[in-house]
Every structure is written in C-alpha cells, then in structure tokens.
C-alpha cells in the first residue's frame, strides 16, 4: 500500500513496522494471541496479504509463532545465549577434543551450502588452488 506524498510521488508504507508498533501496544504479553489477519487488515488499513507478509517476517524474527488451526501468538521473548558470565564458563570447559567435534558436525554442511551456492570464478579458483597444492614439494 502506498501513500502519496506532495510531489506526487508513492511512498511504501512499512506494513511491518507498523504491525510491529501495534503488537507492542495491544499484545505484549508472551503468549498472547493476535487478531485474526483480516481483523489485522481492519486496524491497520492494509490487504490481507500486506498483513500476511508482515506477520511472515515477524515470525522469521521470532516475535510471533503461528500454529495452523490455533492461531497466531507472541512468541517469548529470547534471553541471549551468551552473556560474560556464560562466555567465560564456555571458554573454561572447551578444549581440542570439543572444537573437533565440533568442527566435524558444523564443517560438513558448511562445506555443502559453499557448494550450492558457489560462483563458476570461485570454483575456478578452487580448483586452480587444489593444482597448486597438488604440485607443491612442502
């Protein structure tokens, strides 16, 4: 949906932010349900869609979760995973064994995306980079 500004240009509503700004004011508890998205569409002024598209992009960002046939509701709000204390305490019980296993788990799968996702320059350039080492005497 668009507004139009005094030179006569369009300018885009952020139907996100906007949703985001009432979910703050009207449902802030965790595990409060949310209006129906028509309902949504109703308060806000914007298409169903608008508001589909928004509460997608709010549940990627983990502000909301949406169960088929239940509803939508605010998620819990995430504590961080890391804070000094946890980091420090993190970095007391990690040793080598920990950081191979680790790498042995997350490795694989980086390795598949970068082949997914790579361009036909860098595979060039892996591959002339495996010759080299091939040819290298050290």
């Given at each position: 949906?668009?507004?139009?500004?005094?030179?006569?240009?369009?300018?885009?509503?952020?139907?996100?932010?906007?949703?985001?700004?009432?979910?703050?004011?009207?449902?802030?508890?965790?595990?409060?349900?949310?209006?129906?998205?028509?309902?949504?569409?109703?308060?806000?002024?914007?298409?169903?869609t608008e508001v589909r598209k928004s509460l997608s992009q709010l549940e990627a960002d983990g502000c909301i979760t949406r169960h088929v046939g239940r509803g939508t509701f605010v998620a819990n709000k995430p504590t961080s995973l890391?804070?000094?204390?946890?980091?420090?305490?993190?970095?007391?019980?990690?040793?080598?064994?920990?950081?191979m296993i680790a790498r042995l788990i997350l490795e694989?799968?980086?390795?598949?995306?970068?082949?997914?996702?790579?361009?036909?320059?860098?595979i060039t350039r892996m591959q002339l980079l495996a010759t080299n080492i091939r040819k290298a005497d050290n």
């Open positions: 949906m668009a507004f139009i500004l005094p030179n006569g240009q369009p300018k885009m509503r952020n139907t996100t932010k906007e949703l985001r700004g009432w979910l703050s004011e009207n449902c802030s508890t965790p595990g409060s349900r949310l209006p129906p998205e028509r309902a949504l569409g109703k308060v806000l002024e914007v298409s169903r890391l804070t000094p204390n946890s980091l420090t305490a993190l970095i007391n019980c990690t040793g080598p064994h920990n950081a694989p799968e980086l390795a598949h995306m970068a082949a997914l996702h790579a361009t036909v320059n860098q």
